[in-house]
């Protein structure tokens, strides 16, 4: 089974330009999340899908994040305009959950992470 | 709020010595918890989790955590430590009522020492 796929790898922009991540979850996982870790601080939750609708966005930080998950599959997180504090890695996760109807919680599994840097 | 703390940014130890790592937690309710290991250039794996019941939980390579309710700790142990287990870990909260989101402490490096 695959697991949870990020590209690119690596980004390199200047600041006022755009970048767009993509992220492809595990086959058959409802629910994808989007996490940053800025300056080697702690990993901050951004939004998380369930399928194709926004479950909870309340981590993303203002309106230059935009993120899409079209036909509940892949998801993409675009930053735009860049500017230097949004220089991180930027981690995707999936899992099995079901809102409403999941007992015990399933683990969340992460990508690699796409390391942004913003000059 | 939910919040996690690890206060060891750093952890050295001799190969084959005890390991542990250090996580306290703050969220309303009952928590979910979890242990998360990044090694250098890859994603975060999954180590365990606590849910319910038995405070010990047992995880991926010999790795074990403790749940302790009235400390409200976590804290990842390992009895005999291998240098393949340097690598970064985090400790993260999930509240019951708060969603599927996770709350990360700020990690500690691990360097186990040959």
């Known amino acids: 089974e695959a697991g949870v796929t990020q590209f690119p790898s690596h980004s390199v922009i200047e600041k006022g330009q755009t970048v767009t991540l993509r992220c492809d979850p595990i086959s058959g996982h409802d629910n994808l999340y989007w996490y940053r870790r800025v300056m080697g601080k702690e990993i901050k939750f951004l939004l998380h899908f369930v399928k194709e609708s926004k479950q909870d966005e309340s981590g993303m930080p203002n309106n230059r994040f935009l993120a899409e998950r079209t036909g509940g599959t892949y998801s993409t997180l675009k930053v735009q305009p860049a500017e230097l504090e949004d220089s991180g890695v930027y981690f995707c996760a999936s899992s099995q959950d079901f809102p409403g109807r999941t007992v015990v919680p399933y683990e969340q599994y992460f990508g690699p992470g796409t390391r942004l840097t913003v000059t | 709020a939910q919040s996690v703390a690890q206060p060891e940014d750093q952890v050295n130890v001799a190969e084959g010595n005890p390991l542990t790592v250090k996580c306290t937690y703050s969220?309303?309710?009952?928590?979910?918890l979890f242990w998360y290991v990044q090694y250098p250039n890859r994603g975060l794996q999954f180590l365990l989790k606590y849910i319910t019941g038995d405070n010990l939980v047992k995880g991926s390579y010999g790795f074990e955590a403790e749940f302790n309710k009235s400390q409200t700790s976590f804290h990842l142990k390992k009895p005999s430590a291998l240098v393949s287990d340097s690598a970064l870990y985090f400790c993260?909260?999930?509240?019951?009522?708060?969603?599927?989101?996770?709350?990360f402490g700020g990690g500690t490096r691990v360097l186990v020492k040959p």
């Open positions: 993260a909260v999930r509240a019951k009522a708060a969603g599927n989101k996770l709350t």
């Open positions: 969220v309303s309710g009952n928590p979910y």
